[in-house]
C-alpha cells in the first residue's frame, strides 16, 4: 500500500510511546525508524522486533567504561530507541579528543548503524560502525560495516564482510590496539569479535585522512546510499509498504488514544 | 551590535535570532538597528497568555499573505461542473490554476438533516466532503475518490496526486435564509446575517500533509503555489466559500427559475468561511517551539521597525493608518459581543479604536502645520492605545500599524520563511554548565511557577480514540494520564533543572542524554531559546487557570482568522476570509485591501 512520509512522521512516534517510551524518547527515534524505512525500507522491522512494553520508562543505557577515548556503553534492547543518544556520544567525544571509540554492547540492532552513522557525518564527522548481530539475529543481519564522510549524504555499507583488520591497525593510533583486536575476527576481517556488538569509531574532518575511513577500505564496501536522494524520493513519491505492516504501526499507534468516558466529549471544547 | 550573531542578546536577555542579519537590514534600509532592536517588546509582555489571547491577524497571517500571492499571480478558479439538484445534494468540480499549475477540486455535497453539525472530529455526519488534487483527475479517479471519502470517511484512502480532504458543513441557520431569500429573488436580511458569524459554510478541518496516504508538505518544491507555510491548508477555506456561494445560488434557481436572485458582490465579498477549533490548537503550539518563534518574531521586529522610525513622518502611511481605524470601527461595530470572561467586548474595542482614530486624525492634521510627536508620531498612536487599558485594542492597533505599512510587511514574508525552516536540533557537545546558565536565562519564569500550588497540576491533554480529538482530563478524575500529550513546559523544565543540578558542570549533553534520554525534549527546547526568542507561551498550561483559548485565538489570528468569538474558554468559533476578493477579482489581480470589511459601509 501506499504510504506517505508526512503520515509516517505523524504515527511513528505515538508507535513507539506506546512500545514503553517517554514522549522525548519517541519522537528522537522516530527518526531514526523513518529514516531507516526510507533510506533501507527496514523501519517497520525495527518496530516489529521491539517487543511492546507496559513500563512506563525502560533503562537508559549504562556507562560500563570510560576513560575518555573509549567508552563501553550497555544498551537495554531495542537499539533503535538509543540510537541518537548514541550517535551524539559519538560526536560529543569525537568532538573533544578528535577521534572517538564507543563500544556498544547489548542488542546490536545492525539495522540502524547506518542511522547512527549518518547522524554523526550529518554533524560533520567521519565514522565507521562495524556490528555483529546477536545470536538472535545473526541470520538476518550478520555483519555489517558502515562508513560515512562528513556532511550525511553519501552512507557506504557492507553487510556480510568487512573491511581488511590490515587496514583498521594501519589507519588508527596503536592505543586502539586492544580495540582493534577485539573487532578482527579470525578470517582476518574487522567485524566484531562479540555477538551484539557494536565497535563505533567516530573522526573529527581534520583527522580523516588518516583513519580507516579511506578509499582503500572502501572500494570494498558493496553499497553505496545516496542518503539525499534516497530521502527525498520517499519524501515525494511516498512508500510502498506491506498493508499488513503499516497496519501493526497504526495499531500500535492507535493504543495512545485514551477510550470513551462519560465526560470525555465535553473535554475537547 | 550585529544582528547575524547567534550570541546576541539585549539586555533583557531576548536573543536576536540567526536569520536575522545585517545584511537584510541593510537590504531593506534600515540603519538605526539598535533602536529596532531595543524596541522589540519583551517575552514578559508579549507571551503572556492574556497578551497571546488579543493578538489580531496581520498581514504576515496566512491566509493575508494566500491572498495576496493569489492576486499577485492572478489565480483562476473557474467551476467545471455543478451537478446538483434542489437540496443541493450532488458534485461540484472546480479547477485551479495557479502559478503554471494547475489543480482540481472535487466537492461531494450530502443531503443536510437540517441540523447544525458543530464539525468536530469523531463525528461522520457532515454536510460536505472534497479531495484537492494537482493536475486533472478523470471519471474514475473521482468515483474511487468520492468510494473512499464519502463512503470511508475516516478509514479511506488516498495517495500522491491527492492533496488532502478536506470538510465542511452548513451554517444551517444562515444557509437556509439565504436560499429562501435568493429564491424568492430577494437579498439576505442583513441584520440577520450580522447576528451570526458572517458565513454560510463552517469548515470542519483540512487533512493533508500525509493523512489518508495524501502527498506530504514537504514534498511540494520551492516554487509550488503552495510551497509557502500553511497556504495549502488554507486554500480550501478559500475553495468553501465559493463553493457555498454557488450551492446557494444554484439551489435558488433550480426551487424559482427565471425569478431567484443571486447574491451581491457586496454581501459575498462580507461573507468568509466560519470555523471551529479546539484546544488541540494548544498542543501544537507547545509542540513546535520553533514554529511559535516564527509566528511571532517577524510580527514584533515589524512593529518594532516601525516604531523606531526617526524623522519626517510617512504621510501616506498615516493617512493609511486613520482610514484603516475608520475601517475597524465599523467591523467592530458589526461583531457581536462575547459573552466569555476575560474576552473583551467588541463595543468595548469599538469604542477605544473611535478614541485613537481620532487622536490620530488630530494629530495628522498638527504634522501638516510642522508639529510632530516628540518620541514620534506612530509611538503616540501605540502609546495612546494602550493608555485606554484594553489589550485587545492596543493588538489592534498594532495589526492596523503593520498593516500601514505595507513595504514592512512585505519585507516579514521572506523572513517569516527562513524563520519556519528552523528545525528541532540537539548540541550534544553543550555542557552541562551552559545548559544551566541558559535555563537561569531564559526560563526563570518556569523555574518561578509553584508546581506543588493548589490546581498547579490540574490537567492533562491526550488524544481520545474517537478519531485522535484533542481534549483536556482531569488528573485526580479521568483516565489516560499515563498517555498524555506534551504540553508540560514548566514541569519538564523543573526536572530538567533538578536532574542537572545533579550533574558535574563539565559533563556533556551527550553524555547527560544518555543517561536521561526522556530529557531531549527539553534539552532541546532549552538549546533553542538560546538562540530565539518568544519560543514558550509564559504561563503554566496545565494549571487549574490557565485559558486554552488563549492559546487557540492566537494561532487563529497567526492562521489569518479575522474575528473570533469563543463558545467556552476551550472552545473558538469565527470566520477566516471575510472580505477577500471573489475569484472574479482574483484573476484580474485586484482587491488586496480587503481585511476587515462592512456589510453596511463599502471602503474605498
Known amino acids: 500500500m501506499h504510504v506517505s512520509y508526512g503520515e509516517l512522521v505523524r504515527v511513528v512516534p505515538d508507535a513507539i510511546r506506546m512500545l514503553g517510551f517517554t514522549y522525548s524518547q519517541a519522537d528522537d527515534s522516530a527518526e531514526a525508524v523513518i529514516w531507516t524505512e526510507c533510506v533501507l525500507s527496514a523501519g517497520y522491522e525495527l518496530l516489529n522486533n521491539a517487543s511492546v512494553s507496559n513500563e512506563p520508562f525502560r533503562k537508559a543505557p549504562i556507562i560500563l567504561d570510560d576513560d575518555g577515548g573509549k567508552v563501553v556503553v550497555s544498551v537495554d534492547r531495542p537499539l533503535f530507541a538509543y540510537a541518537a543518544r548514541i550517535a551524539d556520544l559519538a560526536i560529543s567525544r569525537a568532538a573533544a579528543a578528535g577521534i572517538s571509540l564507543i563500544r556498544v554492547i547489548g542488542e546490536a540492532g545492525a539495522n540502524v548503524t547506518p542511522y547512527i552513522a549518518y547522524r554523526v557525518s550529518r554533524a560533520g564527522y567521519g565514522i565507521a560502525v562495524i556490528s555483529t548481530a546477536s545470536q538472535e539475529y545473526r541470520a538476518h543481519e550478520g555483519r555489517t560495516l558502515v562508513v560515512a564522510y562528513p556532511g550525511g549524504r553519501i552512507v557506504h555499507m557492507a553487510r556480510g564482510q568487512s573491511i581488511p583488520c590490515d587496514a583498521l591497525s594501519e589507519a588508527l593510533p596503536k592505543s586502539y590496539s586492544n580495540e582493534i583486536k577485539r573487532a578482527c575476527t579470525d578470517d582476518g576481517f574487522a567485524g566484531v569479535g562479540t555477538d551484539g556488538e557494536i565497535l563505533i569509531i567516530t573522526v573529527a574532518k581534520q583527522h580523516i585522512r588518516d583513519l580507516p575511513i579511506g578509499a582503500r577500505s572502501l572500494c570494498r564496501l558493496e553499497q553505496r546510499i545516496d542518503v539525499v536522494a534516497q530521502l527525498q524520493n520517499a519524501v515525494i513519491e511516498g512508500l510502498e509498504v506491506p498493508s499488513e505492516r503499516h497496519a501493526i504501526l497504526t495499531g500500535l499507534a492507535a493504543k495512545i488514544r485514551v477510550e470513551n468516558f462519560d465526560r470525555s466529549r465535553t473535554q475537547a471544547g | ?66 491572498v495576496k500571492r493569489m492576486i499577485a499571480e492572478k489565480w483562476r478558479i473557474e467551476r467545471r461542473l455543478i451537478d446538483i439538484d434542489r437540496d443541493g445534494v450532488g458534485k461540484l468540480i472546480y479547477r485551479i490554476f495557479a502559478a503554471g499549475r494547475d489543480f482540481t477540486f472535487v ?210 502611511a498615516a493617512e493609511s493608518l486613520c482610514r484603516l481605524l475608520r475601517r475597524a470601527i465599523d467591523y467592530y461595530a458589526e461583531q457581536p459581543d462575547s459573552l466569555i470572561k476575560g474576552v473583551e467586548r467588541a463595543s468595548v474595542i469599538k469604542s477605544g479604536l473611535e ?179 518568544y519560543t514558550e507561551i509564559r504561563g503554566n498550561i496545565i494549571d487549574a487557570n490557565f485559558l486554552p483559548m488563549d492559546g487557540i485565538r492566537f494561532l487563529l489570528s497567526t492562521m489569518g482568522l479575522e474575528s473570533s468569538h469563543p463558545n467556552s474558554n476551550q472552545w473558538v468559533r469565527g470566520t477566516f476570509l471575510q472580505g477577500a476578493p471573489l475569484p472574479e477579482a482574483i484573476k484580474q489581480g485586484i482587491g488586496d485591501d480587503w481585511a476587515l470589511p462592512s456589510l453596511e459601509t463599502q471602503h474605498s
Open chain 2, 1 to 66: 551590535m550585529n544582528p547575524g550573531s547567534k550570541q546576541i542578546l539585549r539586555s533583557d536577555g531576548l536573543p536576536i535570532p540567526p536569520y536575522l542579519s545585517q545584511g537584510w537590514f541593510d537590504t531593506h534600509g534600515i540603519s538605526d538597528v539598535d533602536l529596532v532592536l531595543a524596541n522589540l517588546r519583551s517575552e514578559s509582555c508579549v507571551m503572556r497568555p492574556a497578551r497571546l489571547r488579543a493578538i489580531k491577524a496581520t498581514p504576515l497571517s496566512f491566509a493575508r499573505s494566500l
Open chain 2, 107 to 316: 466537492v461531494f455535497s450530502r443531503r443536510s438533516d437540517g441540523t447544525e453539525h458543530p464539525g468536530r472530529i469523531f463525528e461522520s455526519n457532515f454536510d460536505l466532503l472534497a479531495a484537492l488534487f494537482e493536475g486533472d483527475v478523470d471519471d474514475s479517479r473521482i468515483e474511487h475518490e468520492q468510494q473512499q471519502l464519502d463512503g470511508r470517511l475516516w478509514q479511506g484512502r488516498t495517495d500522491n496526486s491527492c492533496l488532502g480532504w478536506t470538510l465542511a458543513n452548513r451554517s444551517v441557520r444562515f444557509f437556509n435564509h439565504i436560499v429562501e431569500h435568493l429564491t424568492q429573488g430577494r437579498q439576505p436580511d442583513k441584520e440577520f446575517l450580522k447576528s451570526g458569524g458572517g458565513y454560510i459554510i463552517r469548515n470542519a478541518g483540512w487533512y493533508g500533509n500525509g493523512r489518508f496516504g495524501s502527498r506530504s508538505w514537504k514534498a511540494l518544491g520551492p516554487r509550488h503555489p503552495f510551497s509557502y507555510p500553511y497556504h495549502l491548508d488554507i486554500f480550501p477555506l478559500y475553495l468553501w466559500r465559493t463553493v457555498g456561494f454557488d450551492i446557494v445560488e444554484t439551489m435558488a434557481r433550480l426551487r424559482n427559475p427565471g425569478a431567484a436572485a443571486v447574491l451581491s458582490a457586496h454581501t459575498k465579498a462580507w461573507m468568509g468561511i466560519g470555523n471551529s477549533s479546539g484546544i488541540g490548537m494548544v498542543a501544537a503550539l507547545v509542540r513546535w517551539p520553533a514554529w511559535m518563534s516564527a509566528y511571532n518574531f517577524p510580527r514584533e521586529l515589524a512593529l518594532a521597525i516601525i516604531l523606531s522610525q526617526r524623522g519626517p513622518v510617512d504621510t501616506g
Open chain 2, 355 to 533: 478614541q485613537v482614530a481620532m487622536n490620530a486624525e488630530r494629530m495628522l492634521g498638527e504634522l501638516s502645520v510642522g508639529r510632530s510627536p516628540k518620541f514620534g508620531y506612530w509611538r503616540a498612536v501605540t502609546d495612546f492605545a494602550d493608555m485606554l487599558g484594553t489589550v485587545e485594542l492596543s493588538e489592534q492597533v498594532n495589526a492596523l500599524l503593520i498593516q500601514a505599512h505595507p513595504e514592512i510587511s512585505d519585507a516579514m514574508l521572506d523572513l517569516f520563511q527562513q524563520a519556519m525552516k528552523v528545525e528541532r536540533t540537539l548540541d550534544p557537545t553543550m555542557d552541562v554548565a551552559e545548559l544551566r546558565s541558559i535555563i537561569a536565562r531564559r526560563y526563570r519564569w518556569a523555574l518561578e511557577i509553584d508546581q506543588l500550588a493548589s490546581g498547579a497540576r490540574k490537567y492533562f491533554w491526550y488524544r481520545s480514540e474517537e478519531n485522535g480529538e484533542n481534549r483536556r482530563g482531569e488528573r485526580v478524575i479521568d483516565p489516560g494520564e499515563e498517555r498524555e500529550s506534551f504540553v508540560d513546559v514548566v514541569g519538564s523544565i523543573h526536572a530538567l533543572s533538578a536532574d542537572l543540578a545533579r550533574q558535574n558542570s563539565n559533563v556533556a549533553v551527550a553524555e547527560f542524554l544518555l543517561r536521561h534520554p526522556e530529557m531531549s525534549h527539553a534539552v532541546s527546547r532549552v538549546q533553542l531559546a538560546a538562540g530565539f526568542p
